[in-house]
């Protein structure tokens, strides 16, 4: 008996590890293959979402998102234990979305985020943490951690980012593109194309808001953007400012 327990225990504990890497292998497993699902259809229009004034159409926290010189400022000088963001207050599908960012101050990434939720339920204390515009969702990544992630869900998402690091300006103007149509996302940078990718979990893709990032940190930090023009249901299904 005194073998047969130790054996016991072991096998136990074999089992155990094995649930749990099959647990963990299933919440981030995803087929190998992404369906392709085709561009939705609706209205092809042209929106400003930036007026160059105002931030009318938008909803932040006005101490951390503001207007200066034609530009939106993102910029926090006390800590920000979540990432906030600067949402749009109408909701979108497909589209596309041409843009400039210049990361100023600091060296955290920004993005764009969209086909999510807000989600302030993140902090138990939304009040006090100031989660009331954080989101959920997919983010496409500037400038210094290029690439895709899905906020409060799969984390990092199959992508890679060196094609965007090698055109890309780390406190300069960046000019960018994403055409988001089905479960397919592709992001120009400067006139490169950089990322073509399917989500391979379409059913996580909502008609949401669009949101600007301003990244949770301990350090003060800024990020602008300006252009800021939307066209939703593209009639082009590819990058226009790819050269």
């Known amino acids: 008996m005194r073998c047969l327990v130790p054996l016991l225990l072991v096998l136990a504990s074999g089992v155990a590890l094995g649930q749990d890497k099959k647990s963990g292998d299933q919440k981030s497993s995803a087929p190998k293959e992404a369906p392709v699902v085709k561009p939705r259809e609706g209205k092809s229009e042209t ?29 926090n000088t006390d800590p920000l234990k979540f990432s906030t963001y600067l949402l749009t207050k109408n909701k979108y599908t497909d589209f596309r979305l041409t843009f400039a960012s210049k990361l100023v101050t600091s060296e955290m990434h920004s993005g764009v985020c969209f ?25 496409v990544m500037f400038p210094s951690g290029y690439g895709m992630y899905d906020l409060f869900g799969r984390n990092g ?3 890679d980012g060196g094609p965007a690091k090698k055109v890309g300006k780390q406190h300069d103007w960046n000019d960018i593109e994403i055409l ?4 397919r ?15 391979p979990l379409p059913d996580r893709i909502k008609e949401a808001p669009i949101g600007l990032q ?7 930090q800024e990020v602008q953007f300006k252009g800021l023009v939307l066209e939703t249901f593209p009639k082009e299904d590819k990058l226009l400012t790819v050269k």
């Open 47 to 75: 929106i400003k979402l930036f007026d160059g004034k105002t931030l009318d159409g938008w909803e932040g926290y006005t101490d951390l998102w503001s207007v200066k010189d034609g530009v939106i400022v993102a910029k």
């Open 115 to 139: 086909w999510g939720i807000v989600k302030p339920e993140v902090s138990k204390e939304p009040e006090k943490d100031r989660t009331k515009h954080t989101y959920a969702g997919h983010l």
């Open 157 to 159: 998402l199959p992508v």
């Open 180 to 183: 988001a149509q089905g479960n």
């Open 185 to 199: 996302v592709r992001v120009a940078v400067n006139g490169t194309a950089v990322v073509d990718w399917r989500d």
């Open 214 to 220: 301003l990244h949770s940190n301990t350090v003060p």
